[in-house]
């Protein structure tokens, strides 16, 4: 029962988290940034690697850092756009 409660109150967070999405502001205690993380611009693009968070933006999104993996070149990437892009493989 115990292990249900936990399972339960994880998914709970879980879906907290993700409802925040774009609502998240320069305000917010803790922001999740998954540095470190290697990701694809979409389900075939080129991979990047997740750097640290930047600045907030006007609309509350945040512009990240990112580092293309073939390259090493450092670029810009809004925050939005990464949560979105699948890990990669």
């Known amino acids: 029962m115990l292990l249900n409660n936990a399972d339960s109150a994880c998914r709970h967070r ?3 988290i993700l409802s925040l ?3 998240m502001t320069s305000s917010d205690a803790k922001l999740y940034v998954p ?3 290697i990701k694809t611009f979409g389900p075939l693009g080129p ?3 997740v750097g640290q968070p930047l600045r907030p933006l006007d609309d509350g ?3 990240i850092e ?3 993996v073939e390259t090493g070149e450092t ?3 809004r925050l939005r756009h990464l949560v979105e892009d699948p890990n990669a493989f």
């Open 35 to 37: 540095t470190g993380e």
């Open 61 to 63: 999104d945040w512009m």
């Open 75 to 77: 670029a810009e990437y």
């Open 47 to 49: 991979k990047y690697e």
């Open 66 to 68: 990112i580092v293309l």
């Open 14 to 16: 879980a879906s907290e």
């Open 21 to 23: 999405g774009s609502k």
